[in-house]
C-alpha cells in the first residue's frame, strides 16, 4: 500500500498473485495494460470526487477491477454521485480517442492499439451495467433516489442487484451445461464476486442509512440558503421513529406533521428534532 497525494493505493492480495501467474503464462504485457486501464478510469472518479469537495479516501485493485472510496460527508449529493459516476467511463473514451489518434498517424503496433480500445470499451460498458457496485448501478440508483425515499431506494438497489448477480452465475453454468467449450470461469468469478459484494452491502444497509442520517444536518444548511420549500411528512403520535426516517429523500429537507385521529395537525417538527430523538431514544435503549 502507498500514498500519493493523501490517497491510498493498495493491491489485492489475490491481484497480486493473477500480476506474478502472467509471468509465467507469457500475458503480461496484457495484463499490466489491463491494469493501467482500470487504474485510469478508477482515477476519474478520484479526481471528479476531488473537484466537487469530497474527500478521496483509498483507490483499491481487486482481482476483477477497482473502486475508489470516497468520503460522504453530507457533500455526496445524487447530481455528484451521478458525475463522479460517469467520470471513470469517460476516462475509457477518452483513451480511446487516443489511440485512435496514435492509430491515425501510424504510431505503434497496430495489433496492440486495437487491444488498448477493445479492453477499455469493454471496461467502459461493463462498468455501465445497471448493478451494484458498478458504475451504472451508482447512477441508476443515484436517479431513483432523486423521487423516492433513500431507505426504500438502498433496500430495493441492492435486491435487485443481488438478483442480477445470481442471474450472471446462471448464465455461466447454463453456458457450461450447453456444451459451450468448458465452464466460462470468468463470467463465473464476476458473477461470484458481484453476488458477494452486493450481499455484504445488503447486510450492511443500516449502518449506511445511519451514516446518511447523521449527514443530514448538511442537506438543511445547503436548502437553507436556497430558499427551497420543505416536503411535508404526514405522521401520527404512534407511528415509529425509525418508519418516519425511512420516509426521507435524499435530496429534500422534510417537516414532519404529527397529526391525531381527527385529521388535526398536533404539532410541526423539523427532521432534524425527529433525527435527534431517534438517536437518544436508541441511546437510551442501551
Known amino acids: 500500500?502507498?500514498?500519493?497525494?493523501?490517497?491510498?493505493?493498495?493491491?489485492?492480495?489475490?491481484?497480486?498473485?493473477?500480476?506474478?501467474?502472467?509471468?509465467?503464462?507469457?500475458?503480461?504485457?496484457?495484463?499490466?495494460?489491463?491494469?493501467?486501464?482500470?487504474?485510469i478510469h478508477e482515477c476519474g472518479h478520484a479526481a471528479a470526487a476531488a473537484l466537487l469537495g469530497c474527500r478521496v479516501q483509498?483507490?483499491?485493485?481487486?482481482?476483477?477491477?477497482?473502486?475508489?472510496?470516497?468520503?460522504?460527508?453530507?457533500k455526496l449529493t445524487a447530481y455528484r454521485e451521478i458525475a463522479i459516476a460517469l467520470a471513470g467511463p469517460l476516462q475509457n473514451l477518452l483513451m480511446v480517442g487516443m489511440v485512435i489518434l496514435l492509430r491515425y498517424f501510424q504510431m505503434g503496433d497496430p495489433v496492440f492499439l486495437d487491444y488498448v480500445i477493445q479492453a477499455n470499451m469493454l471496461i467502459a460498458l461493463f462498468n455501465l451495467l445497471p448493478v451494484l457496485p458498478l458504475d451504472g448501478g451508482k447512477i441508476v440508483q443515484a436517479l431513483v433516489s432523486l423521487w423516492a425515499p433513500y431507505y426504500i431506494t438502498l433496500m430495493w438497489s441492492y435486491r435487485i442487484s443481488i438478483?442480477?448477480?445470481?442471474?450472471?452465475?446462471?448464465?455461466?453454468?447454463?453456458?457450461?451445461?450447453?456444451?459451450?467449450?468448458?465452464?466460462?470461469?470468468?463470467?463465473?468469478?464476476?458473477?461470484?464476486?458481484?453476488?458477494?459484494?452486493n450481499v455484504t452491502d445488503y447486510r450492511n444497509v443500516p449502518y449506511r442509512f445511519i451514516r446518511f442520517l447523521m449527514n443530514r444536518e448538511a442537506v438543511f444548511v445547503r436548502h437553507a440558503a436556497a430558499g427551497s420549500l420543505a416536503q411535508p411528512i404526514i405522521s401520527f403520535p404512534a407511528k415509529p421513529l425509525d418508519t418516519i426516517l425511512r420516509?426521507?429523500?435524499?435530496?429534500?429537507?422534510?417537516?414532519?406533521?404529527?397529526?391525531?385521529?381527527?385529521?388535526?395537525?398536533?404539532?410541526?417538527?423539523?427532521?432534524?428534532r425527529v433525527i435527534g430523538s431517534y438517536f437518544q431514544q436508541n441511546m437510551d435503549k442501551r
Open 163 to 197: 438478483l442480477c448477480s445470481a442471474g450472471v452465475i446462471l448464465v455461466a453454468f447454463s453456458r457450461w451445461f450447453a456444451g459451450d467449450y468448458g465452464l466460462p470461469l470468468n463470467i463465473l468469478l464476476i458473477g461470484l464476486f458481484l453476488f458477494y459484494s
Open 247 to 272: 420516509l426521507l429523500k435524499r435530496e429534500r429537507y422534510h417537516m414532519v406533521y404529527v397529526m391525531n385521529k381527527q385529521g388535526r395537525v398536533m404539532a410541526v417538527l423539523p427532521e432534524q
Open 58 to 74: 483509498s483507490i483499491q485493485m481487486l482481482p476483477f477491477g477497482g473502486v475508489a472510496v470516497i468520503e460522504d460527508g453530507g
Open 1 to 39: 500500500m502507498i500514498r500519493v497525494w493523501g490517497v491510498r493505493i493498495s493491491l489485492h492480495p489475490f491481484f497480486v498473485i493473477i500480476m506474478m501467474t502472467s509471468l509465467l503464462t507469457g500475458h503480461f504485457i496484457e495484463l499490466i495494460t489491463l491494469f493501467a486501464i482500470v487504474f
